[in-house]
């Protein structure tokens, strides 16, 4: 039922900034951002409960990314600021079926994927 589309990927110097769109299609419950880089598992990056507007961090990316929802427009964005070169992966936008009310950061809360997209950074 739910389709998502990320966008706003790409390439940019380490320190830099990127905001990255999850646009959805259907309805959405709570919603995440992943990331996987080569050679590495897929790691959780950020969420926003939908019952609460709680917001949820990877402590690597803390302080620096920021996850937003515009509800009319039923998008989710990912502001990055002071971008690494360990941020460096393909990014992965995630809404679960339900309001689930347990644990955000693990892939099995989220029943729906988006296409991915990469996001480099050079240092």
């Known amino acids: 039922q739910v389709q998502l589309v990320e966008s706003g990927g790409g390439l940019v110097q380490a320190g830099g900034s990127l905001r990255l769109s999850c646009a959805a299609s259907?309805?959405?419950?709570?919603m995440a951002w992943f990331r996987q880089a080569p050679g590495k598992e897929r790691e959780f990056v950020a969420a926003?409960?939908?019952?609460?507007?709680?917001?949820y961090y990877a402590d690597s990316v803390k302080g620096r990314f920021t996850i937003s929802r515009d509800n009319a427009k039923n998008t989710v964005y990912l502001q990055m600021n002071s971008l690494k070169p360990e941020d460096t992966a393909v990014y992965y936008c995630?809404?679960?079926?339900?309001?689930?009310?347990?644990?955000?950061?693990?892939?099995?809360?989220?029943?729906?994927w988006g296409q991915g997209t990469q996001v480099t950074v050079s240092s």
């Open positions: 926003i409960r939908w019952s609460t507007g709680g917001t």
């Open positions: 259907g309805r959405t419950y709570n």
């Open positions: 995630a809404a679960s079926r339900g309001p689930y009310s347990g644990s955000l950061s693990t892939g099995p809360s989220y029943g729906y």
